[in-house]
């Protein structure tokens, strides 16, 4: 079934960056909103970030917003999360999803198609 493939994880020192991507398994992209989530262990799944269909429209998290950047590129079909100055407690399995609609959601339920992650961890 159609999942999404994360990538671009890593180990990275404090105040680093790192780049994540996010394509569809069967290689298509579709007129789906995108959204990037975290969870680390003993914890509830976390939005992080989002993007419309149209490339347009972004939402973001407020412990992340300032650091991450959320986008699409329709000629490589994928998303990527650029994220800097990373603290320690955006350790995390990295995900994204896909929902269909018109307003972006943050609550990982309208989400569908998860993908196995990409580990993420930031050390001091």
């Known amino acids: 079934q159609r999942h999404m493939v994360e990538s671009g994880g890593g180990l990275v020192q404090s105040g680093g960056s790192l780049r994540l991507s996010c394509s569809a398994s069967d290689g298509e992209f579709n007129v789906e909103n995108v959204g990037w989530f975290r969870q680390s262990p003993g914890k509830e799944r976390e939005f992080v970030a989002a993007v419309r269909w149209t490339g347009g429209n972004t939402q973001y998290s407020d412990s992340v917003k300032g650091r991450f950047t959320i986008s699409r590129d329709d000629a490589d079909k994928t998303v990527y999360l650029q994220m800097n100055n990373l603290k320690p407690e955006d350790t995390a399995v990295y995900s994204c999803?896909?929902?269909?609609?018109?307003?972006?959601?943050?609550?990982?339920?309208?989400?569908?198609?998860w993908g196995p992650g990409t580990q993420v961890t930031v050390f001091s």
């Open positions: 999803a896909v929902h269909v609609g018109w307003d972006l959601q943050n609550n990982p339920f309208h989400y569908a198609g």
